[in-house]
Structures are given as C-alpha cells and as structure tokens.
C-alpha cells in the first residue's frame, strides 16, 4: 500500500519542479462505460493524482477537455462523466438536477480507493453536485480529496432581487480543503464572504482566487473578450496551482456533518427535483416585492454628485443594476431611456447603479447608448450587497414613499404598456397621498 504523505510529498516536488513531462508523446483519450455511466478517460503516464472532473449545466465542453488533455500531459489522470449522454438527458440546468449525487459519489469512491490524491473539480451548477457527493462520502472519515470550484453557484435557486439566498444544506456539511477560482465581473464576487462561512462551518479550509476583468463562463463564452481569451489559455496552469495550494491539507482526515441532517437535505432536494419552479403569469416580468425593506443607497454618479434613495421621496424610482458587459442589460437600456422620456414630466427617477466599471469603459458605453437618468458608481460593491443582488440585471421599483414595490433579475423592456401602468398607478398614489 503506497503511503500517502509520500504521494504528498511527490505532488509537492512535482510542483515545484514545473516537470510537465513535455517529453511525452502524445496520449489518445480513453472512453470507458461503467454501468449506465460512459466517462472520458485522459491517462497520465505517470500519474501523481487524479482528477474528477464533473460536467456544469453547459456539459462536456470541448475547452474543458482540452484542457484536461493538458492535465494529462502534466501528471494528472483526468476522469470527465458524460452525465448528459449516459443518462439520454438534454443538456441543461434541470437535467443537471435529475442526475442523482450518488452516480458522483460512486465515482468518488471508485477514485479514492487508488489511494492517489484525489481533486474533485466543477463549475457553476455542477458544483452543488459534487458537494452534495463528497459531503456523503465523507460520513466515514476520509483524507485526500480536495474541490476546485470554478464560479460556483451553491444556491437552491437563484435568489429574486432582494432576497437573501439559501444555500444547499451540504455547502455547510462539507468537509474538506476547497478552492474557488471567481470571475470578478459578476455579481456573485460580492458574495463570496458569505460562501467562504457556509464552507467553513463544518471545517473545510477555503482557499478563493478573483480573477480580473473577466466574466462568468469566461473559458468559453461564445463572445469572449481578449481578456478572457488570454484568461482562459492560463486555465490548466490556474487548476494546478489551485490543486497545489490544496495539497498539503490533504492527508487530513475528514468527516462531514451530513449524517444528522441528512433526512432534511434528501426533503429540500427531492422538492428541488420534483417541484418545478412557480412561473409568474404576469406578462411584464414585474413581480411583487416581499423581502426587507431596510435597504440603504448612497452612491456618486459619473460627475462625482452624490446620490441618496432618501433624497428621492416622492418620486417613484427604479433602480437598476447593471454592467457594460452584461448583454441583457445593454438591451433593456435603451427601453429605459423611452419610459424615462415617456414619464418626463412626472414624479419619476431611474437610477442605474454600475457593477464596479471604471469610468472610461462606462463613459465609452454611454456614447454608444446615450441615457438621460443618472449613472451611479458602485466601485466597492456596497449596493449590491445591500440590496442582494445575484444576477445582472436586477431592478426594483421602488413608490414615492420609499416602500419596494417590485423587483425582477433579468432584461426587460421597460417601455412595454403594462410596464408603464403599473408605473404609472404607483405614481398616481404617491401624488394622491401629497
């Protein structure tokens, strides 16, 4: 039986080496089925470790099995599931949630019992997935397993604008060294602090790397920018580095504390899988607001005036929180500017609060798309963690007496007739009660 402080130490020579086995030739990728699960094998000749890794709600992507032949090269044996395939699913967040989380932990398992370290890697909603795995691994007490999450998304759902958002119950039942690699063009960075607690509250060691100026889904985005482009060819060396910060933490043995809740994570899965999400019927996306209404604004605009929600009593205001690079919200603008133009002569605001742009990429947008409302700095992020914001756009409209009356995430075209008359009602109330 193979030691595992000597496969530690190996991986950490490895590492600080650089030997990338530049000498090898060339390896095909296997294709083994096991059962009902077909995965994608990338051998190292090699290997130092192995690596799991699971698809998100977009599937195998080619840009990921690229890079998993990279990892290969470099002494990683790479296992990638074909979820979808094996399962005659459609590729899509709601097949993602049928795939049952023991499928990956019997993969776990099957990994682990190499004795080789084990790193378990996903992105977006492919990581509640293998979180919900491990943590049920975990029920024995376990070592040499370590996660990299790439932009994960923990929530049950994505929460509406303005509420606060529920995190699966294993994201606080896991146990293990984790390492989240953020896009930080994304409303989700401003959440990070409140993931890292939920990680650490069952003893996991949680490592988080912001990577600048790109968005989510930046290794393979169809409209990547050149920043993500060159972002996304460092993404092998990004994963060994975080795999590298993660393996002296490995030898520790863990457990998690699924087993004394496991009865309600299996009730609020089961409802998640089962239960399609109510969709509104109310054709103007405005949905009716029922969180806090405690939530502080006070931001500079473009000329460094200041700008106060209190300061706008009496007027009807809608909020929205937006960035240039965030294609529904470049479309809904202009029919912003219409409904402003439209209620011009009415108690009416709109306030857009810009995701922590600087000026001049805010300034080169607006001459593309001229606005007659103001524009507001939200370089530190405060507003979107006060109004909890986890999707780009998200507005809220808000009366003349400072109450939240709706809110909505996602593009929307504010010009839209029944859009304006449920403006225009709030606005006439607030002018009735003068």
């Keep these: 039986m193979l030691n595992h402080k000597m496969h530690i130490g190996l991986m950490l020579v490895w590492f600080c080496i650089n030997a990338f086995h530049a000498a090898i030739a060339e390896i095909p990728h296997e294709h083994t089925l096991e059962g009902a699960l077909e995965s994608e094998v990338y051998p190292a000749t090699t290997p130092i470790a192995n690596v799991l890794w699971v698809p998100s709600e977009h599937g195998v992507l080619k840009q990921e099995q690229m890079v998993a032949e990279e990892l290969a090269d470099s002494g990683f044996t790479v296992t990638m599931p074909n979820l979808f395939e094996s399962y005659f699913l459609p590729v899509a967040s709601s097949s993602l949630r049928k795939i049952p989380s023991n499928i990956i932990e019997r993969e776990i398992a099957r990994l682990h019992a190499s004795e080789l370290p084990l790193f378990v890697i996903s992105s977006n909603e492919g990581a509640a997935l293998v979180i919900k795995a491990l943590a049920s691994f975990q029920q024995t007490s376990t070592s040499m397993v370590g996660l990299v999450l790439l932009n994960p998304s923990l929530y049950i759902e994505t929460p509406q604008a303005g509420q606060k958002a529920k995190y699966w119950p294993t994201v606080s039942q896991v146990n293990a060294p984790v390492y989240i690699i953020q896009s930080e063009l994304s409303p989700w960075r401003w959440h990070l602090p409140q993931l890292q607690q939920q990680l650490s509250l069952s003893g996991s060691d949680v490592f988080i790397r912001l990577l600048p100026k790109v968005r989510d889904r930046y290794y393979f985005r169809p409209d990547a920018l050149p920043v993500e482009q060159t972002q996304a060819q460092r993404l092998a060396s990004d994963l060994m580095q975080a795999m590298k910060t993660l393996a002296p ?179 006439e109330k607030t002018t009735a009660s003068d």
């Excluded at 933490?249 to 299996?266: D, G, I, T, W």
């Excluded at 089962?274 to 931001?299: E, F």
């Excluded at 929600?309 to 809608?318: E, P, S």
């Design 249 to 427: 933490y490995l030898p520790v043995f863990r457990e998690s504390a699924l087993a004394q809740n496991e009865h309600s994570e299996k009730m609020i899965n089961g409802a998640a899988m089962t239960k399609p999400r109510a969709q509104s019927t109310d054709k103007t996306g405005l949905q009716p607001y029922s969180g806090s209404q405690q939530r502080y604004l006070k931001l500079n605009d473009m000329n460094g005036q200041s700008h106060s929600l209190d300061a706008y009593q009496g007027k009807v205001v809608l909020l929205n929180f937006w960035a240039s690079w965030c294609p529904p919200c470049v479309h809904e603008i202009p029919s912003m500017t219409r409904l402003k133009t439209v209620l011009k002569d009415q108690p009416f605001e709109i306030l857009a609060a810009n995701l922590a742009e600087e000026k001049p990429a805010i300034q080169d947008f607006l001459k593309q798309h001229p606005v007659n409302f103001p524009i507001l700095l939200d370089p530190k992020g405060s507003a979107v963690q006060a109004w909890q914001v986890f999707a780009y756009p998200s507005s809220y409209v808000i009366d003349g007496h400072g109450k939240i009356r709706y809110a909505l995430f996602g593009g929307h075209e504010w010009d839209d007739p029944l859009t304006i008359q449920k403006i225009q009602s709030l606005i």
